[in-house]
């Protein structure tokens, strides 16, 4: 359990890191912007994930700690989506993010809610699992895997037309 929340801790680290620095150089691009913002909600998901891991005796704490991980991992599809979108250059219907993005925040207001978790459970070597709730799985299956899929799948096919400087910044 120590080496995942330690994982969990240098991830923090590198994503804190990585978003500062490319605030600092490059505040105004968009891309740049929305991958920082990426990189935060990574850093924000792996702080409370260290935390939720050292908690191993009040299931309670341990499930606030995991339910706020999960504030931000409901947050990252769109943002990924949408950097992957201006990355690429594709998919610029402005409307089909902005309710990518109202999804998101609905969906991240039901987090500390039963309808998406209503209990905790030991599963392998973690002592308090989040057990998903119908709202978790409507995250899951309704935003984040097609906002993935989609999102690699874009990157893929943009590489896949080009060639020299385009491809390897993909």
């Known amino acids: 359990l120590e080496y995942y929340a330690y994982s969990g801790f240098l991830n923090f680290a590198v994503s804190l890191s990585i978003a500062i620095i490319i605030f600092i150089k490059q505040p105004r691009l968009p891309v740049a912007r929305l991958f920082g913002v990426f990189a935060l909600l990574i850093s924000a998901w792996a702080f409370f994930y260290f935390l939720w891991l050292r908690v191993i005796d009040n299931p309670s704490r341990a499930h606030f700690l995991v339910r706020t991980c999960c504030v931000a991992v409901v947050l990252m599809p769109p943002v990924f989506f949408h950097f992957v979108s201006l990355l690429t250059d594709r998919v610029r219907l402005k409307s089909f993010h902005r309710i990518n993005y109202l999804v998101s925040w609905l969906l ?29 799985w409507i995250h899951l299956l309704c935003q984040m895997t097609p906002c993935v899929v989609v999102g690699l799948w874009l990157i893929g096919n943009t590489a896949l037309k080009h060639e020299g400087r385009v491809r390897q910044q993909l």
């Open 108 to 136: 991240a207001l039901s987090v500390y809610t039963p309808a998406f978790s209503p209990n905790v459970f030991q599963i392998g070597v973690f002592p308090f699992w989040p057990e998903p709730g119908p709202t978790f």
